[in-house]
Every structure is written in structure tokens, then in C-alpha cells.
């Protein structure tokens, strides 16, 4: 051990702790189906109001009914690590109700899509969040939007924090035409859609955007899809565009083949 007192003070003093999570009970007061293969569910709860909302694109933690139970167990700081939390994103917050929509790929495996697919009024969920959200600079000529049917309510929610004088370009890819929809915003937008014909990641998206002209200027990109097309879209726009790191957010939203992933895969490994 040392002598130097004020370095056994540092050594013993606790380590900065993450601020604690709070979970709050939710409550289902609604259930539109939006798409064949997209649920919005409308939540509220006693202390929902106390919901931070902090903007476009930030993330939630939901946790869902284990297998025999009714409703989720709340979690507790010393409690076992449950099985069944998945990330998603705030797509609208309405403190006054207070009333929060979360939008649902249904895409066929796993307790967050099976739970979504069954989703009925009264049926009760635990909430915590968000996480931080996407800041627009609205200083930026343009902004491309590119991502997958599970990035398409953080891109909705980024399209509607725009201001007017910010020009969108949009690239959602969706199974076929069925899911797509009308999106809303103050600025203007070209949106395509592009069709993948199945559930698995293939190379659709990432075609889309290598034959995407981006316009020259001050421009921002995000990109929301699976990890993989996440990590080859990235590797174009920085290596094969030469675009400034500092100008793009490119996010894993869900991992081909693996359950529960993690909630902070920027692409940057
Ligand atoms: C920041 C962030 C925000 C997100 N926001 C949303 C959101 O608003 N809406 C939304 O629907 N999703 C969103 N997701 C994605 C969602 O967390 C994952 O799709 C998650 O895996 C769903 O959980 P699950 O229980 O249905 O499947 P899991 O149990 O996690 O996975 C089961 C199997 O399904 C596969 N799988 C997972 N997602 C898909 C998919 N989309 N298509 C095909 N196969 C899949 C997995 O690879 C695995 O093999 C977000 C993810 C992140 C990181």
C-alpha cells in the first residue's frame, strides 16, 4: 500500500457511478396497426409525465413479460439481470396526457416482435429512458437520412425536428410496397423507398446509397440498420466519399443472428 495518504484517498474513494435508471410501469391505451409489418403502440402510466423527452432519435429500454408471467418484473439495482429488455426509440411524447408512442417491426422472432404482434389495451410494459438523441445542426445545407424498417420511427423523428430550411434526402428499405408510408416535415424531403423482398439484410440499402449522388456543401449524414450494412455504409461514406467522420452518425439498430444487441454500436470499432 502507499504512503502517500492522498493517493490512498483516490484509491479508495467509490468510482463515479452512471446515474440510475429509472423505470417507470406502462400502460397500453392504444394499438394501430400501421403497415403489415408495423405496429404503433401507445403507452401511458401515473409517472409517465416525469418522462424526459429530449429530442429526434434518442432510445428507450423496454422490458417485456417472461415466459408465464402477465406483466414484466420491475427491475431493482440488485435484482438479476433480466431477459427480456430490448431497445426502441420514442417516436412521440405527449407529457400533457401523458402518453408515449413506440413503433414495432414485426419482424417475426423475439420477445419485443412477438409481444408487439399481440399487443392489446390495458396490457402493461416497464420503460426506461431515453438515451441521448440525435442533434440536428441546423446549420448544416443538407441532411441524408438512410436506414431500415427499425430506424424508420427515429428518421420520422428526426424528419420532424427539421427546420424548413434544411433540405432532407431519404432512404428507408422495407420488405415491399406495402410498408411504405407518409412521413411529415417542416423541411423539404426526397424520400425513396427501396424493396428488399425478405427480412434479411442484403445489399439493397447500401446499393441505394453508392447510387445516391450526394450533393455537394455542408451536409450531415445518419444511418440507422443492421450491423453489418451499418458498418459497409460507413465504410463508404468515410473511406470511398472521403466524408469527415465528425459529420456522420451511423448506428447498428439489430445484429443478423443475435438477440438484445446493444444499444450504443456507432460503427466506429
Ligand atoms: C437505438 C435503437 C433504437 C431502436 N428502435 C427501434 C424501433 O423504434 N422500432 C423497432 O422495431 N426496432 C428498433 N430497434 C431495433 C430492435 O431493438 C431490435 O430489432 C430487437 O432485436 C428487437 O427485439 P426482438 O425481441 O424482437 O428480437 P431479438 O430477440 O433481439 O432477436 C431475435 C432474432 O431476430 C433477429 N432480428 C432482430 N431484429 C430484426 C429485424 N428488424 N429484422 C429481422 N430480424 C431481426 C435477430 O437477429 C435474432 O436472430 C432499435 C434498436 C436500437 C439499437
Redesign the pocket.
Known amino acids: 500500500m502507499s504512503t502517500n495518504p492522498s493517493l490512498n484517498a483516490q484509491e479508495t474513494a467509490p468510482a463515479p457511478q452512471r446515474p440510475r435508471r429509472v423505470f417507470r410501469r406502462i400502460r397500453v391505451t392504444r394499438v394501430r396497426q400501421l403497415t403489415p409489418h408495423m405496429v404503433r403502440v401507445t403507452f401511458t402510466g401515473d409517472d409517465l409525465a416525469a418522462f424526459a423527452w429530449n429530442g429526434p432519435a434518442a ?1 428507450i429500454k423496454l422490458v ?1 413479460p417472461e415466459e408465464g408471467q402477465t406483466e414484466p418484473e420491475m427491475p431493482t439495482p440488485d435484482g438479476p439481470r433480466l431477459k427480456g429488455v ?4 420514442p ?1 412521440r411524447f405527449d407529457p400533457a396526457v401523458p402518453e408515449l408512442d ?4 414485426l ?8 409481444w408487439a404482434a399481440q399487443a392489446q389495451v390495458g396490457q402493461v410494459l416497464i420503460v426506461a429512458g431515453p438515451g441521448p438523441s440525435y442533434q440536428v445542426d441546423p446549420t448544416a445545407d443538407w441532411l441524408m437520412l438512410v436506414g ?4 424508420i ?2 428518421i420520422s423523428s428526426i424528419l420532424e425536428a427539421l427546420p424548413a430550411t434544411l433540405k432532407a434526402y431519404v432512404l428507408l428499405e422495407v420488405s415491399d410496397a406495402a410498408e411504405e408510408r407518409e412521413l411529415s416535415s417542416a423541411a423539404p424531403v426526397e424520400l425513396t423507398w427501396i424493396h428488399r423482398g425478405s ?3 442484403d445489399v439493397a440499402l447500401e446499393q441505394a446509397l453508392r447510387n445516391f449522388k450526394l450533393p455537394a456543401g455542408n451536409g450531415r449524414v445518419y444511418v ?1 440498420a ?1 450491423a453489418g450494412v451499418m458498418r459497409r455504409m460507413r465504410h463508404y461514406l468515410l473511406k470511398d466519399l472521403g466524408l469527415d467522420a465528425s459529420k456522420i452518425i451511423t ?13 450504443h ?1 456507432y460503427g466506429t470499432d
Open positions: 432510445h417485456f430490448r431497445t426502441y426509440t417516436r413506440v413503433e414495432f417491426v419482424h417475426g422472432v423475439g420477445p419485443a416482435s412477438n431500415d424498417d427499425t430506424a420511427p427515429a427480412n434479411q439484410p440507422g443492421e448506428r447498428g439498430y439489430w445484429k443478423f443472428g443475435d438477440t438484445n444487441y446493444t444499444d454500436d
